[in-house]
């Protein structure tokens, strides 16, 4: 079983800044990308960051040069660095990833349960 766990989700003043952490742990053999979506009132779900193993990076427009997001560390755990946040930075943020299990050798997309981030004054 593979587990993803998200934290640091809360409530942060416009232009501020947060971190979000997700943690996977269990049956992992490789970690080939990992990052987060989110949903937001109104809106479709969108990409917010994504890292691939090598350490490429993709954003989403309404984050870019914003938001960061960290390479995986031996912890398989990946930080999202949240800048200058504004309102509409509102929603639920779900940790994905694509890992590849070492119990079964299978390669599969994992989810995990989303932490609120609440900008507002």
């Known amino acids: 079983q593979v587990q993803l766990v998200e934290s640091g989700g809360g409530l942060v003043q416009p232009g501020g800044s947060q971190r979000l952490s997700c943690a996977a742990s269990?049956?992992?053999?490789?970690?080939?990308?990992i990052g987060w979506y989110r949903q937001v009132p109104g809106k479709p779900r969108e990409l917010v960051a994504l890292?691939?193993?090598?350490?490429?990076?993709q954003y989403g427009e309404a984050v870019k040069g914003r938001f960061t997001i960290s390479k995986v560390d031996a912890k398989n755990t990946t930080n999202l660095q949240m800048n200058s946040v504004r309102p509409e930075d509102t929603g639920v943020y779900f940790c994905?990833?694509?890992?590849?299990?070492?119990?079964?050798?299978?390669?599969?997309?994992?989810w995990g349960q989303g932490t609120q981030v609440t900008v507002s004054a």
């Open positions: 994905y990833a694509d890992i590849q299990s070492r119990a079964s050798g299978f390669r599969s997309d994992y």
């Open positions: 890292v691939r193993s090598a350490g490429i990076t």
């Open positions: 269990g049956s992992i053999f490789w970690i080939y990308r």
